[in-house]
């Protein structure tokens, strides 16, 4: 079972005060059934709520397990698990929620799959997601934009065992908007997939709206693949093609026909080409936007405050 190995298990944690003590317990149970040893970092990507205080109390009753670390503001659930990262020194990295919709006791089926299979990245997949309806369409949504406009696998969760190698090489990573799958994507296709359970929210409800789920896949979209600016180069050929035989229609019927041209087509075609380079000096605005912020080396995260675990 890898007895000697040390696990680290990341938590981004917001507003889940109510659900923090049972998601450790669990943990720990899982890793002294199976005799590993392991660490949890909680990430608190500045909750609202009493988060961090359960989570000072946690760490002074498990100091030898346990590293919070807070955040100076919300920064999103991927930005605070690549800040765990950081923080992280075991030889696997487990990323989990803190909603407990994931049970801490498939972290069994996780480990066991990955000790099969020795990939590098290896997805915890639900048979059948317990999400409210919105999150769902979210989900498949991002799956599908996942697989057509990335050529990325399309399955995945928030529920991963990652080697401790591969973890390294993504620590460069300073952009601040951070989609982690798509990141591991770059670096390998040495992926597994492994079944686990999903279950209820327990406590509260999700912190996922319609609009942000709409932010979140227009920003894998800019940042991610090259779509919009593919969009004005075979979209702008193509209405440049009907253009020229809107234009070359006219001048027929002027030729032969001799009917006067007006100013119909004239507006017509003006407003249609000035409606065009609108659009496309829009795509290029948000890239330069983009850019902008990379130069500026907008962070992809701020500590207010860490709070380390004992080694022994």
Same mark, same amino acid.
């Given at each position: 079972?890898?007895?000697?190995?040390?696990?680290?298990?990341?938590?981004?944690?917001?507003?889940?005060?109510?659900?923090?003590?049972?998601?450790?317990?669990?943990?720990?149970?899982?890793?002294?059934?199976?005799?590993?040893?392991?660490? =949890?970092?909680? =990430?608190?990507?500045?909750?609202?709520?009493?988060?961090?205080?359960?989570?000072?109390?946690?760490?002074?009753?498990?100091?030898?397990? %346990?590293?919070?670390?807070?955040?100076?503001?919300?920064? /999103? +659930? !991927?930005?605070?698990?690549?800040?765990?990262?950081?923080?992280?020194? /075991?030889?696997?990295?487990?990323?989990? *929620?803190?909603? &407990? +919709?994931?049970?801490?006791?498939?972290?069994?089926?996780?480990?066991?799959?990955?000790?099969?299979?020795? !990939?590098?990245?290896?997805?915890?997949?639900?048979?059948?997601?317990?999400?409210? =309806?919105?999150?769902? %369409?979210?989900?498949?949504?991002?799956?599908?934009?996942?697989?057509?406009?990335?050529?990325?696998?399309?399955?995945?969760?928030?529920?991963?065992?990652?080697?401790?190698? &591969?973890?390294?090489?993504?620590? !460069?990573? +300073? +952009?601040?908007?951070?989609?982690?799958?798509?990141?591991?994507?770059?670096?390998?296709?040495?992926?597994? #997939?492994?079944?686990?359970?999903?279950?209820?929210?327990?406590? *509260?409800?999700?912190?996922?709206?319609?609009?942000? &789920?709409?932010?979140?896949?227009?920003?894998? $979209?800019?940042?991610?693949?090259? =779509?919009?600016?593919?969009?004005?180069?075979?979209?702008?050929? %193509?209405?440049?093609?009907?253009?020229? %035989?809107?234009?070359? #229609? #006219?001048?027929?019927?002027?030729?032969?026909?001799?009917?006067?041209?007006?100013?119909?087509? &004239?507006?017509?075609?003006?407003?249609?080409?000035?409606?065009?380079?609108? #659009?496309?000096?829009? $795509?290029?605005?948000?890239?330069?936007?983009?850019?902008? @912020?990379? @130069?500026?080396?907008?962070?992809?995260?701020?500590?207010?405050?860490?709070?380390?675990?004992?080694?022994?």
């Amino acid at each position: 079972m890898n007895n000697n190995k040390l696990y680290s298990v990341i938590v981004p944690v917001y507003n889940s005060e109510s659900s923090l003590v049972e998601l450790f317990d669990g943990i720990m149970k899982v890793f002294n059934d199976l005799g590993n040893n392991f660490e =949890v970092i909680f =990430v608190d990507d500045n909750s609202r709520d009493n988060s961090w205080e359960t989570l000072s109390s946690l760490k002074k009753e498990f100091p030898d397990y %346990i590293t919070a670390v807070s955040l100076s503001r919300n920064f /999103g +659930q !991927h930005n605070a698990t690549l800040c765990g990262f950081s923080f992280a020194t /075991g030889d696997y990295i487990i990323t989990i *929620d803190d909603d &407990l +919709q994931t049970p801490p006791s498939e972290i069994r089926k996780l480990i066991e799959g990955h000790n099969n299979t020795n !990939h590098d990245l290896t997805y915890g997949v639900y048979r059948r997601k317990k999400h409210s =309806v919105t999150r769902n %369409i979210g989900s498949r949504s991002l799956k599908t934009s996942a697989r057509v406009l990335r050529q990325s696998p399309g399955e995945g969760s928030s529920f991963r065992l990652i080697s401790g190698d &591969l973890i390294k090489k993504i620590g !460069h990573h +300073q +952009q601040n908007f951070i989609f982690l799958d798509e990141v591991f994507h770059w670096y390998t296709d040495d992926i597994a #997939f492994v079944e686990v359970d999903h279950q209820p929210r327990k406590y *509260d409800k999700s912190g996922y709206s319609i609009g942000k &789920l709409v932010k979140l896949v227009a920003n894998l $979209v800019m940042y991610y693949t090259m =779509v919009p600016l593919k969009v004005l180069v075979y979209g702008g050929l %193509i209405i440049s093609l009907i253009t020229f %035989i809107y234009g070359l #229609f #006219f001048i027929i019927k002027k030729l032969v026909f001799n009917v006067p041209l007006g100013y119909t087509s &004239l507006i017509v075609t003006i407003l249609f080409s000035t409606s065009i380079i609108l #659009f496309s000096l829009g $795509v290029l605005g948000e890239y330069l936007s983009r850019i902008y @912020q990379l @130069q500026n080396r907008k962070p992809p995260y701020s500590i207010r405050k860490a709070m380390r675990r004992e080694k022994n």
